[in-house]
């Protein structure tokens, strides 16, 4: 590499470019965006679960000091804007489509959950409007409320289209088999599993600001999503009913997604609409209190589990059969997570030769549900490798061998699982050999017994999923019900004296790409990656993008990145042969330089840029001048990073305080292009899923109020509840894209609740205890203790 | 109306804020020092914190006329020119940051941790850190960003 460039290319744990402004509290968040004239929004949100709306008087609120306008949900209703709509539909399982009602920006004759939008008051400042709010007089008729998923079903009507609370009811794999694998098991190992509801909680919350430009009949919305394009696709063709062209989005720095900035939300279609209306632009930022109430939450699933062995414990079959709370209203993937993106995964690593389930999407008087990093595949992992280690207890046999026994074998693949993926790659054995290894499971025995005569219940837990990352190809998803395509655009641009721009779909809210990206370019071209610039997050400035989601930004978007790199290499190709008077199939590129084989002859990679630019003697005959190339990259398939997370925990038996004492994972994610970063994603992931496993919890009561709506209720994880971690990689390179990537932003939170759960099972195994449901918080810990020793001295 | 005098980040700011302005308002609204967040409403995520005579507050729980006479520094007022606070370093070099939201409050918690005490050990560290949240890292590489600053300042 020349010099300059080294260590800065793909493998190298480059420092981020992206950090200084970060650090130095240059970054620039929504919210802190002001315009002129701007005027506040704040929303009037209901105050229970489910009510029929008799009358809203807006009159004393619209008379308010610098009170400019109070809307409710009728005048949406007279300028004919839509709503959220749902992004991909599974058809269910008797060939019918699944319900969709539709979701109001501002409620229309009904609330259906608590922080439902009701109105809109848009003030001066923002203390005006909320003021103004208090006059607003809201006359309900209430309702019963439906808030557990397992009654949902039948229970109080919600929506008019739908009389039983069911949205869809869709299957995956063969019944049939699967009960006749089942019914010849030696073994049905029969379990119910629980995946708690949690909320994403990125530490921005989410914001905007909308303006109108009278003159260019255009909006510009800035927003804090993770997919610009997305949004500007919705709220241009569904809710605004305006051309496209007219709208412009700008995502700048977004602190933080984990999915819940996938989602088109009334708030800013809201602001939106307004921003025309009042000539002014207008400006809402949540307070944390309305990001519980309203940003879509995650997970919430209840499955029935039955997994059948046979006389060596190799799993001959699996059915699962699932209630998943969608909530109140659909969002963008709320009805694709529990489906595409959880029964397909719940081979997980194993040889499954039969599986069967059979998913029930139910509508309840809560916030609505929706992808949440992992999105269905942390939930098929957590009830599968929950059944892993129930199982491995109930045969006696020890979990890691019973992982192993069952995992695919290497030379297995590609492989065809029961439910429709075919993964094209992997290795499990090894991933699960150096974990283990890392933290020393074969001398566990002697640690437990240490900590037994210090009074404590150790307990060690195993992990081993796969996952699907870079939903692909956009053909086959199409046929599944997506209504969107699932590719990635790149464009890079060469400028005159060599730098480069590269203009991306992916958006980056904290993943590291103007590095990341920066390294595939600079690796690919020979050039400094501070010559390099990487521009995301504008509709104006990118062609397309599908946005940030489901780990897919590396694999779908960094190859497309690549992809536009080699057809810059091979334009400039042709303009060297030609400069240097050679065949073009002579022409090497190599290091930031174009050379001739076989002679001195060589153009660096500036002079051809320059020679695009000022073609004075240039190929015309077959090029236009010029350096700038675009790709449009659709996968052929999912891509498939698979590891074993290990977790070793510490109970204090009088406290119920669980320990987190040491922490081993070993992913492959194919290729790592900056494993600094990787390792980054792997820690934040783990976080979350400890979060959940250990703290984390979105509770409504009976009356569907959330009675975990701000830091004080809702326990997120502190420094001190986390321990180092130990991180470490195979790699099986990717077969279908060109860096041999598979994506690592989601596997810690995969990976990491069942690991937890199984540890903590482990640890209470000595009194008995045989299940810990999620969140496993000091009381349930310290109630179980007591139960069980109770129970044993009966 | 109160007429509020303090120094921000070494220069001397003088204005006529309404009496509820909380501090982080009239920093992010008033002097637009947008480097301070807000993330919550309760005083729990740590994202606004600032040192008010060198010590780390959570602007957010604090009237600005409280502050009054006080000096206050924020994220953008830690470094020496272009050259970066010890503790910004370490966090550029130990990949302690990823969306960036929180760090700003994170960095003045940890510059006051280190600064107060000497000798930190990991859990010491985890422990003076329970006022701040971040939701990307899990905290690993902050934690080993403030072992690095610590060295670097002597701590």
């Known amino acids: 590499m020349p010099e300059g460039t080294m260590n800065q290319g793909i493998g190298a744990s480059v420092r981020r470019k992206e950090d200084k402004k970060f650090i130095t509290g240059k970054g620039r968040y929504t919210d802190d965006i002001n315009r002129n004239g701007q005027l506040y929004a704040y929303f009037i949100r209901s105050d229970v679960a489910h009510a029929n709306i008799k009358n809203i008087n807006v009159n004393a609120a619209a008379k308010c000091e610098g009170v400019v306008a109070v809307y409710t949900g009728e005048d949406i209703a007279a300028d004919g804007i839509g709503g959220p709509i749902c992004g991909w ?64 079903i039948g229970n109080t009507q919600i929506h008019d289209e739908m009389d039983d609370n069911v949205y869809f009811d869709w299957e995956l794999g063969d019944e049939t088999a699967t009960a006749d694998a089942l019914g010849g098991a030696d073994k049905v190992i029969e379990l119910t599993v629980t995946n708690n509801r949690v909320i994403p909680n990125a530490i921005e919350p989410r914001a905007a600001v909308a303006e109108y430009d009278e003159i260019e009949d255009r909006y510009t919305l800035y927003t804090s999503s993770q997919n610009p394009h997305l949004t500007r696709l919705v709220m241009a063709a569904f809710m605004m009913q305006i051309p496209e062209s007219k709208l412009h989005v700008v995502a700048p720095d977004v602190g933080g997604g984990f999915g819940s900035k996938i989602y088109i939300y009334p708030e800013e279609a809201v602001c939106t609409w307004a921003a025309k209306k009042l000539r002014k632009p207008v400006k809402w930022t949540a307070d944390r209190t309305q990001a519980f109430l309203g940003d879509a939450h995650g997970r919430d699933h209840v499955n029935k589990v039955k997994l059948g062995l046979d006389k060596n414990n190799k799993i001959v079959g699996l059915r699962v059969d699932t209630i998943a709370n969608l909530g109140a209203y659909l969002s963008a993937f709320s009805m694709v997570t529990p489906t595409y993106l959880h029964g397909t995964l719940l081979s997980g690593c194993y040889d499954i030769p039969a599986i069967y389930t059979n998913v029930k999407g139910v509508c309840t008087t809560t916030v609505n549900v929706d992808a949440y990093r992992g999105a269905g595949r942390p939930e098929a992992t957590y009830l599968l490798e929950r059944t892993m280690d129930y199982a491995a207890r109930q045969i006696g046999m020890d979990p890691a061998e019973f992982r192993r026994i069952n995992f695919i ?48 219940y150790r307990g060690i837990g195993l992990s081993s999923y796969i996952e699907a990352c870079g939903i692909a190809p956009s053909a086959v998803v199409g046929t599944l019900g997506a209504r969107v395509g699932l590719y990635e655009s790149a464009v890079v ?52 993008g599908m946005g940030t989601y489901g780990s897919r930004s590396l694999a779908v978007g960094g190859t497309a990145i690549s992809k536009a790199v080699d057809k810059v290499i091979e334009k400039g190709k042709i303009i060297a042969a030609h400069m240097m008077e050679a065949a073009e199939t002579d022409l090497e590129f190599k290091d930031g330089k174009f050379t001739v084989a076989g002679t001195d002859k060589e153009k660096s990679f500036g002079e051809i840029a320059l020679s695009a630019y000022v073609p004075h003697n240039f190929p015309h005959d077959r090029l236009e001048p010029g350096l700038e190339e675009t790709a449009f990259y659709d996968p052929l398939n999912f891509t498939y990073p698979a590891g074993t997370h290990i977790c070793e925990v510490e109970i204090d038996p009088a406290t119920g305080v669980v320990d987190i004492v040491d922490w081993a994972a070993c992913d492959d994610f194919g290729n790592l292009i900056n494993p600094m970063i990787v390792e980054g994603q792997v820690h934040g992931g783990i976080a979350q899923g400890v979060g959940q496993a250990l703290l984390e919890n979105a509770h409504y009561n009976e009356d569907g109020q959330l009675l975990t709506a701000s830091y004080m209720d809702y326990c997120m994880p502190r420094a001190d509840n986390l321990p180092s971690l130990k991180i470490d990689y195979t790699v099986t390179a990717c077969t279908h894209n060109d860096l041999g990537v598979k994506g690592c932003g989601e596997a810690g939170a995969i990976a990491s609740p069942p690991a937890v759960i199984n540890a903590i099972v482990d640890a209470l195994s000595v009194v008995g205890v045989t299940d810990m449901s999620m969140p496993a918080t000091t009381e349930k810990i310290w109630r179980a203790i007591n139960d069980a020793t109770a129970k044993a001295a009966e | 109306m109160a007429l509020v005098k303090m120094t921000v980040n070494g220069q001397a700011v003088e204005y006529d804020v309404p009496d509820n302005t909380l501090l982080v308002s009239f920093i992010r609204e008033t002097l637009e020092l947008t480097g301070t967040h807000v993330g919550c409403d309760t005083s729990q995520c740590g994202a606004c914190v600032v040192h008010v005579d060198g010590q ?84 690993h590489n902050i934690v080993k960003s403030v072992q690095a600053a610590a060295q670097e300042m002597g701590g």
Request: charged share 20%; with cysteine.
């Open chain 1, 409 to 456: 074998p290497k030379d297995a693949f590609p492989y065809q699982t029961a439910v429709a993926l075919q993964y094209d790659i992997g290795d499990y054995e090894p991933a699960l050999d150096k974990a283990m290894e890392m933290i020393d499971y074969a001398n566990f025995g002697s640690r437990q017994a240490e900590a037994a005569k210090r009074g404590k």
């Open chain 1, 89 to 152: 539909t599974p058809t269910n399982r008797d060939g019918s489509a699944p319900k969709e009602p539709p979701h109001p920006l501002l409620a229309v004759g009904k609330v259906r959950y608590v922080g439902d939008h009701i109105a809109v008051v848009i003030a001066e400042s923002l203390e005006a409007a909320q003021a103004a709010s208090e006059k607003i007089v809201i006359d309900l008729d209430n309702l019963p409320a439906v808030v557990d998923p397992a009654t949902a």
């Open chain 2, 56 to 139: 780390s507050v959570k602007a957010c729980t604090m009237l600005a006329a409280q502050a009054a006479g006080s000096e206050i520094t924020t994220i953008e007022g830690i470094a020496n020119g272009d050259e970066l606070h010890p503790m910004q370093k370490a966090f550029h070099e130990n990949h302690g940051l990823q969306c960036g939201y929180c760090t700003p409050g994170m960095v003045m918690s940890a510059i006051e941790l280190v600064e107060k005490n000497k000798g930190l050990t990991e859990q010491q560290i985890r422990e003076g850190l329970e006022g701040n949240i971040c939701r990307c890292t899990g905290y």
């Open chain 1, 493 to 544: 641009r060469v400028d005159p004296t060599g730098t480069i721009s590269v203009f991306t779909g992916a958006h980056s809210h904290g993943q590291g790409h103007d590095t990341t990206f920066a390294q595939i370019v600079a690796d690919k071209l020979g050039v400094p990656i501070d010559s390099i610039d990487i521009v995301h997050g504008d509709t104006d400035r990118i062609p397309f």
